[in-house]
């Protein structure tokens, strides 16, 4: 008899968590229908695998969302001896088109990353490259590495993990394969893939990948997921925006250690205040379900 009246309470907890994740879908779901724009949203609770998965295949520009790749080849690279993350490399400002290899720059006024610029024609190590490719988003960082690495490198890692859409064609402000629409593109699905199997250690290896949650950990950008969390919650992530686009991701850390991944992507939006509000509300709605789970 208690053995029975365990099962029916562990029965009955199983469906009533059920019913409360299927809520909140419904519910996010509403919100982002309700919105301007397309949206894309993956959300994983790496302890039990529960998730949320809404318009996860849909392709986006990747925006900035494709220096997270970056950095995964980078620490893959160095990790195989080809280079040291503390080697100094040159500071440039010219890099070639992936459409006919002509020459072009970055323009300051365009990039985040504007500190660097002052170091053109002078060295800085890979390691604060890649540092300032995440942290504030450096268009001239990303583009040096790229360089490094190469695109296709990139790409081949991408596939090897499982992320099959995931396109890093070429570095930023190519113009010229831009107008041709040779873009980078990513979807919500496989930037959770990225996301998770760094939190796990699963990539590179288990260093790589806590030196990696360091560096997304010192974001600056952070006024959509982490936006209405508590300060005590962590949370490891990469932005990206460009005209009617804005993206956020990474790995949520509870303070007790507890991990989920969520993944907001979206396109065709306007209005910077509403865009950033939705993502972060839906942040916050994901948040309040995981902690009273």
């Known amino acids: 008899m208690k053995k029975s009246f365990i099962l029916l309470i562990c029965f009955y907890g ?3 968590a059920q019913s409360n994740i299927e809520k909140l879908t419904a519910e996010i779901k509403n919100k982002l229908d309700s919105a301007k724009g397309i949206y894309g949203l993956v959300y994983k609770d790496l302890q039990t695998g529960e998730n949320i998965f809404y318009n996860e295949k849909e392709n986006f520009h990747a925006a900035s969302t494709m220096k997270t790749p970056v950095m995964i080849e980078v620490f893959k690279q160095a990790e195989e001896g080809s280079f040291s993350l503390d080697d100094s490399i040159l500071v440039k400002n010219e890099f070639k088109s992936i459409v006919d290899s002509s020459l072009y720059m970055m323009d300051i006024s365009e990039d985040s990353g504007e500190n660097l610029y002052q170091f053109i024609g002078g060295k800085k190590t890979i390691r604060q490259l890649v540092y300032d490719m995440i942290t504030v988003s450096s268009n001239l960082a990303t583009n040096i590495l790229i360089d490094l690495v190469h695109a296709e490198n990139v790409m081949r890692t991408m596939k090897e993990i499982g992320a099959e859409n995931i396109k890093v064609l070429r570095g930023v402000e190519d113009i ?6 040779l873009n980078n593109t990513t979807d919500a699905f496989d930037l959770m893939l990225i996301f998770e199997k760094i939190a796990i250690g699963e990539i590179i290896s288990e260093k790589a990948c806590s030196e990696m949650i360091d560096i997304l950990l010192n974001q600056e950008f952070n006024s959509r997921i982490p936006a209405l969390l508590p300060s005590d919650v962590k949370v490891a992530h990469k932005t990206g925006s460009i005209t009617g686009i804005e993206h956020d991701g990474g790995i949520v850390i509870l303070p007790d250690g507890r991990k989920y991944i969520l993944i907001i992507l979206s396109k065709g939006i306007q209005g910077s205040k509403l865009k950033t ?8 709605m994901i948040y309040d379900y995981f902690m009273c789970d």
């Open 176 to 181: 010229k394969a831009f107008e041709k629409d």
């Open 14 to 16: 199983m469906i009533m």
């Open 277 to 284: 509000n939705i993502q972060a509300e839906v942040s916050r």
